[in-house]
């Protein structure tokens, strides 16, 4: 099969790796980037073939599209695969906004073509038996959810201008989480943010930590937090507590905390220290996933209107901060 891949970055490099592995893949993959030097580069490690520009993507005669490439690119990237008639795999998120989610999502279906959206936790196996709990009623009737994410450390100065702040970029992976694994919609939402960290989240206009309260349809109360500013190290994991069970996804060996009690489990002596090594698993079954999609051997696992769904959560956590209210989710298009 004949990917073409846009972005050769962090996680464009790691897709490309897993792609290039893959035995439907393997050498027919083909990268490009705004920086040509730095595809061709990595086109040479894998043994894949380096497009000079985005333009030979699209008349190289592929079978499916990667986008990797910076948030900013993927709405135009995401439409003209579209009006190709191509199957798209595209890193969260599709836009930044509401009004370029909802373009992009018209142009897939007005063409009739696949959008997959990379939400790995979808493929965590952690966050997979959570799901599955939930399902088969052992929890009993689910009260309260928990989901965090925390970054070990803070990102480039240069990338928080371009991210859509902590809420559209880290906790809409967390909101994707709530609504997957129990299977309900956020009706509304109540949420805080703090920049009391680093100067540099103020000067971007983004705070380094945020915690929000969401309800869900049927009642249950659920927490999403996150922070920049872990030192411990990356701590990704979800608690679900029902009338029957407890359960918490993300919690082994490696998850960085201490007990403060003295029978408690050792702290971690590896503690995960990003999301490349935490959802490497993930990512690479995503990818494989995709390759069936576009084989026709599955259904989409994660398509643009569940990426929106997400994003509305994340749209009326801005809202709640800006004006200090709880916003109905009824406010927020979609
Ligand atoms: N699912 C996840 O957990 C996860 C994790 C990290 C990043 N992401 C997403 O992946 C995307 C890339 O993030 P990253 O951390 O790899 O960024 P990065 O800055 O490391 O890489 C982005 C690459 O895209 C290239 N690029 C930008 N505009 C382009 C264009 N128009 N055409 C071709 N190439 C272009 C840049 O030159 C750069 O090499 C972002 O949308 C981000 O939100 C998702």
């Known amino acids: 099969m004949r990917i073409g891949l846009i972005g050769t970055g962090r996680i464009g490099t790691f897709h490309a790796t897993a792609l290039s592995r893959h035995r439907e893949v393997g050498g027919s993959l083909i990268v490009t980037d705004a920086d040509p030097a730095r595809a061709r580069r990595l086109a040479d490690r894998l043994g894949a073939t380096a497009a000079p520009g985005v333009d030979e993507i699209f008349t190289w005669g592929v079978d499916a599209v990667v ?61 997979a038996a959570a799901r599955e709990a939930v399902r088969s009623g052992r929890l009993g009737r689910l009260h309260t959810v928990r989901a965090m994410t925390s970054d070990q450390s803070p990102p480039p100065a240069e990338h928080l201008p371009l991210s859509g702040g902590l809420y559209r970029d880290t906790l809409v ?59 411990a190290g990356y701590d990704v994991r979800m ?37 490349l090594e935490r959802f490497g698993p993930a990512y690479e079954a995503e990818l494989h996933a995709f390759v069936e999609v576009v084989r026709g051997e599955r259904a989409n696992p994660c398509d643009g209107r569940e990426a929106l769904q997400a994003l509305r959560v994340a749209e009326a956590c801005v809202l709640s901060r800006r004006e200090r209210r709880v916003v109905p989710l009824a406010e927020i298009a979609g």
């Open 239 to 275: 608690e679900l507590a029902g009338e029957l069970d407890q359960i918490g996804a993300g919690l082994d060996d490696r998850t960085p905390i201490t007990s403060t009690e003295p029978a408690g489990p050792p702290a971690a002596t590896k503690p995960w220290t990003g999301f």
């Open 67 to 127: 986008i990797t490439a910076a948030t900013s690119a993927h709405g135009e990237l995401i439409g003209r695969a579209a009006r190709a008639g191509l199957p798209v795999f595209c890193e969260k998120p599709i836009a930044l906004d509401l009004a370029g989610t909802l373009t992009a999502i018209a142009e897939v279906e007005a063409a009739g073509t696949v959008l997959q959206m990379g939400f790995q936790r979808r493929f965590d196996s952690g966050y």
């Open 173 to 231: 992976h967390d909101f994707d989480m709530v609504r997957w694994v129990t299977g309900r919609e956020v009706t509304e939402v109540c949420a805080m943010g703090s920049d009391a960290g680093p100067a540099m989240f103020r000067e971007a206009g983004d705070i380094d930590t945020a915690a929000a309260v969401l309800t869900l349809d049927d009642g249950v109360l659920a927490t999403a937090t996150a922070t920049r500013l872990n030192g």
